[in-house]
T-cell receptor
Protein backbone atom coordinates (compact mmCIF):
# COMPACT_ATOMS: atom_id res chain seq x y z
CA UNK A 1 0.00 0.00 0.00
CA UNK A 2 1.33 3.46 -0.88
CA UNK A 3 2.00 5.82 2.00
CA UNK A 4 -0.12 8.55 0.46
CA UNK A 5 -2.91 7.80 -1.98
CA UNK A 6 -5.12 10.16 -3.92
CA UNK A 7 -8.27 9.82 -5.96
CA UNK A 8 -7.35 8.68 -9.44
CA UNK A 9 -8.07 11.30 -12.10
CA UNK A 10 -8.57 13.03 -14.29
CA UNK A 11 -11.49 15.13 -13.11
CA UNK A 12 -13.22 16.95 -15.95
CA UNK A 13 -15.64 19.57 -14.70
CA UNK A 14 -17.46 22.60 -16.15
CA UNK A 15 -16.66 26.12 -15.03
CA UNK A 16 -18.47 26.98 -11.84
CA UNK A 17 -18.60 23.42 -10.57
CA UNK A 18 -17.54 22.33 -7.11
CA UNK A 19 -14.94 19.59 -7.03
CA UNK A 20 -13.49 17.63 -4.13
CA UNK A 21 -10.22 15.74 -3.93
CA UNK A 22 -9.47 13.13 -1.31
CA UNK A 23 -6.22 11.81 0.01
CA UNK A 24 -5.42 9.11 2.57
CA UNK A 25 -2.15 8.53 4.39
CA UNK A 26 -0.92 5.44 6.17
CA UNK A 27 1.57 6.75 8.73
CA UNK A 28 -0.20 7.83 11.87
CA UNK A 29 2.94 9.72 12.97
CA UNK A 30 2.46 12.22 10.16
CA UNK A 31 2.68 15.75 11.48
CA UNK A 32 1.86 18.22 8.74
CA UNK A 33 -0.25 18.12 5.64
CA UNK A 34 -0.28 20.14 2.47
CA UNK A 35 -1.92 20.57 -0.89
CA UNK A 36 0.36 21.52 -3.76
CA UNK A 37 -0.66 22.59 -7.24
CA UNK A 38 1.45 21.61 -10.22
CA UNK A 39 0.96 23.04 -13.67
CA UNK A 40 2.12 21.08 -16.70
CA UNK A 41 5.92 20.91 -16.87
CA UNK A 42 6.27 23.21 -13.86
CA UNK A 43 7.32 22.69 -10.27
CA UNK A 44 4.84 22.02 -7.45
CA UNK A 45 3.70 25.17 -5.67
CA UNK A 46 2.14 25.23 -2.24
CA UNK A 47 -1.59 25.82 -2.45
CA UNK A 48 -2.35 25.53 1.23
CA UNK A 49 -1.38 23.84 4.44
CA UNK A 50 -4.02 21.70 6.11
CA UNK A 51 -4.80 22.22 9.77
CA UNK A 52 -6.75 20.07 12.17
CA UNK A 53 -9.45 22.69 12.46
CA UNK A 54 -9.82 22.94 8.71
CA UNK A 55 -8.92 26.03 6.78
CA UNK A 56 -10.27 28.09 3.95
CA UNK A 57 -8.62 30.38 1.44
CA UNK A 58 -11.11 31.99 -0.89
CA UNK A 59 -12.68 29.26 -3.02
CA UNK A 60 -10.45 26.57 -1.52
CA UNK A 61 -11.20 24.62 1.66
CA UNK A 62 -8.95 21.97 3.17
CA UNK A 63 -9.94 19.49 5.85
CA UNK A 64 -7.98 17.01 7.95
CA UNK A 65 -9.38 13.96 9.71
CA UNK A 66 -6.62 12.45 11.83
CA UNK A 67 -8.76 9.58 13.08
CA UNK A 68 -9.43 8.39 9.54
CA UNK A 69 -6.03 9.56 8.25
CA UNK A 70 -7.64 11.48 5.49
CA UNK A 71 -7.32 14.96 4.00
CA UNK A 72 -9.49 16.69 1.47
CA UNK A 73 -9.51 19.73 -0.78
CA UNK A 74 -12.70 21.39 -1.96
CA UNK A 75 -12.70 23.87 -4.81
CA UNK A 76 -15.84 25.93 -5.25
CA UNK A 77 -16.84 27.87 -8.35
CA UNK A 78 -14.11 26.29 -10.49
CA UNK A 79 -12.26 28.54 -12.92
CA UNK A 80 -10.49 27.59 -16.12
CA UNK A 81 -7.28 28.65 -14.41
CA UNK A 82 -7.77 25.95 -11.76
CA UNK A 83 -6.85 23.31 -14.34
CA UNK A 84 -3.72 21.64 -12.99
CA UNK A 85 -2.59 18.58 -11.06
CA UNK A 86 -3.24 18.69 -7.34
CA UNK A 87 -0.82 16.86 -5.09
CA UNK A 88 -1.37 16.07 -1.47
CA UNK A 89 1.73 15.79 0.66
CA UNK A 90 2.44 14.60 4.17
CA UNK A 91 5.38 15.65 6.32
CA UNK A 92 6.54 13.07 8.80
CA UNK A 93 8.25 15.62 11.00
CA UNK A 94 11.79 16.46 12.02
CA UNK A 95 12.51 13.28 13.95
CA UNK A 96 11.39 11.22 10.98
CA UNK A 97 13.25 13.07 8.30
CA UNK A 98 11.39 16.23 7.50
CA UNK A 99 10.70 14.77 4.08
CA UNK A 100 7.48 15.23 2.15
CA UNK A 101 5.67 12.13 0.98
CA UNK A 102 3.48 12.91 -2.02
CA UNK A 103 0.47 11.25 -3.49
CA UNK A 104 0.45 10.52 -7.19
CA UNK A 105 -1.58 13.62 -7.95
CA UNK A 106 -5.05 14.18 -9.32
CA UNK A 107 -5.43 16.03 -12.59
CA UNK A 108 -8.21 18.60 -12.85
CA UNK A 109 -9.46 19.95 -16.13
CA UNK A 110 -12.02 22.77 -15.99
CA UNK A 111 -13.89 23.25 -19.24
CA UNK A 112 -15.84 26.31 -20.43
CA UNK B 1 13.44 37.62 -3.93
CA UNK B 2 15.06 34.84 -5.90
CA UNK B 3 13.54 31.41 -5.62
CA UNK B 4 15.20 28.02 -5.84
CA UNK B 5 17.20 27.68 -9.02
CA UNK B 6 18.38 24.52 -10.72
CA UNK B 7 20.79 23.90 -13.54
CA UNK B 8 20.74 22.62 -16.14
CA UNK B 9 17.05 22.82 -16.95
CA UNK B 10 17.43 19.88 -19.34
CA UNK B 11 20.10 17.23 -19.59
CA UNK B 12 20.37 14.50 -22.21
CA UNK B 13 23.01 11.87 -21.65
CA UNK B 14 23.89 8.39 -22.74
CA UNK B 15 23.53 5.27 -20.66
CA UNK B 16 26.61 4.75 -18.53
CA UNK B 17 27.62 8.40 -18.34
CA UNK B 18 28.03 10.52 -15.20
CA UNK B 19 25.84 13.58 -14.56
CA UNK B 20 25.75 16.36 -12.01
CA UNK B 21 22.65 18.37 -11.23
CA UNK B 22 22.93 21.61 -9.32
CA UNK B 23 20.56 23.30 -6.90
CA UNK B 24 20.82 26.81 -5.51
CA UNK B 25 18.36 27.21 -2.60
CA UNK B 26 16.66 30.33 -1.37
CA UNK B 27 19.15 32.47 0.52
CA UNK B 28 19.05 31.72 4.25
CA UNK B 29 17.28 28.39 3.92
CA UNK B 30 19.13 25.78 5.94
CA UNK B 31 17.21 22.73 4.73
CA UNK B 32 17.55 21.45 1.18
CA UNK B 33 15.72 18.51 -0.38
CA UNK B 34 16.04 16.47 -3.54
CA UNK B 35 13.07 14.72 -5.10
CA UNK B 36 12.57 12.80 -8.31
CA UNK B 37 9.35 12.88 -10.31
CA UNK B 38 8.45 10.41 -13.02
CA UNK B 39 5.67 11.03 -15.51
CA UNK B 40 2.24 10.73 -13.94
CA UNK B 41 3.60 10.37 -10.42
CA UNK B 42 4.10 12.65 -7.48
CA UNK B 43 7.59 13.70 -6.42
CA UNK B 44 9.53 10.98 -4.64
CA UNK B 45 11.91 11.92 -1.82
CA UNK B 46 15.61 11.20 -2.36
CA UNK B 47 17.68 13.01 0.27
CA UNK B 48 17.67 16.07 2.47
CA UNK B 49 20.31 18.23 4.08
CA UNK B 50 20.16 20.27 7.24
CA UNK B 51 23.13 22.58 6.77
CA UNK B 52 26.05 20.69 5.28
CA UNK B 53 25.12 17.23 6.47
CA UNK B 54 22.81 14.73 4.84
CA UNK B 55 20.18 14.24 7.54
CA UNK B 56 18.25 11.57 5.65
CA UNK B 57 19.38 9.80 2.48
CA UNK B 58 16.92 6.93 2.73
CA UNK B 59 15.33 7.76 -0.61
CA UNK B 60 18.44 7.38 -2.73
CA UNK B 61 17.68 4.36 -4.91
CA UNK B 62 21.20 2.88 -4.91
CA UNK B 63 24.86 3.76 -4.55
CA UNK B 64 25.03 5.31 -8.00
CA UNK B 65 23.33 8.35 -6.52
CA UNK B 66 25.18 10.75 -4.26
CA UNK B 67 24.59 14.32 -3.16
CA UNK B 68 26.71 16.94 -1.46
CA UNK B 69 26.24 20.36 0.06
CA UNK B 70 29.75 21.30 1.16
CA UNK B 71 29.12 24.87 2.30
CA UNK B 72 25.54 24.55 3.40
CA UNK B 73 24.14 26.38 0.42
CA UNK B 74 24.44 25.01 -3.13
CA UNK B 75 23.92 21.28 -3.52
CA UNK B 76 24.93 18.90 -6.27
CA UNK B 77 23.21 15.60 -7.01
CA UNK B 78 25.57 13.20 -8.72
CA UNK B 79 24.51 10.15 -10.68
CA UNK B 80 27.11 7.64 -11.83
CA UNK B 81 26.70 5.08 -14.61
CA UNK B 82 23.31 6.46 -15.59
CA UNK B 83 20.59 4.05 -16.63
CA UNK B 84 17.51 4.65 -18.78
CA UNK B 85 15.38 4.23 -15.66
CA UNK B 86 17.02 7.31 -14.15
CA UNK B 87 15.16 9.48 -16.66
CA UNK B 88 12.88 11.79 -14.69
CA UNK B 89 12.53 15.35 -13.46
CA UNK B 90 14.83 15.99 -10.53
CA UNK B 91 13.36 18.61 -8.22
CA UNK B 92 15.14 20.51 -5.51
CA UNK B 93 13.36 22.28 -2.67
CA UNK B 94 14.45 24.35 0.27
CA UNK B 95 12.93 25.48 3.52
CA UNK B 96 14.01 27.78 6.32
CA UNK B 97 14.38 24.82 8.66
CA UNK B 98 13.65 21.14 8.35
CA UNK B 99 10.60 19.68 9.92
CA UNK B 100 7.07 20.22 10.99
CA UNK B 101 5.20 23.08 9.47
CA UNK B 102 8.01 24.42 7.33
CA UNK B 103 7.00 25.19 3.77
CA UNK B 104 9.21 23.66 1.12
CA UNK B 105 9.72 25.79 -1.98
CA UNK B 106 10.52 23.94 -5.17
CA UNK B 107 12.82 24.83 -8.00
CA UNK B 108 11.84 24.37 -11.66
CA UNK B 109 13.59 21.01 -11.87
CA UNK B 110 16.12 19.40 -14.16
CA UNK B 111 14.68 17.13 -16.83
CA UNK B 112 17.10 14.24 -17.23
CA UNK B 113 16.84 11.97 -20.24
CA UNK B 114 19.11 8.95 -20.43
CA UNK B 115 19.31 7.46 -23.90
Amino acid sequence: RKEVEQDPGPFNVPEGATVAFNCTYSNSASQSFFWYRQDCRKEPKLLMSVYSSGNEDGRFTAQLNRASQYISLLIRDSKLSDSATYLCAVLLGYNQGGKLIFGQGTELSVKP
Amino acid sequence: GAGVSQTPSNKVTEKGKYVELRCDPISGHTALYWYRQSLGQGPEFLIYFQGTGAADDSGLPNDRFFAVRPEGSVSTLKIQRTERGDSAVYLCASSLLAGTGETQYFGPGTRLLVL
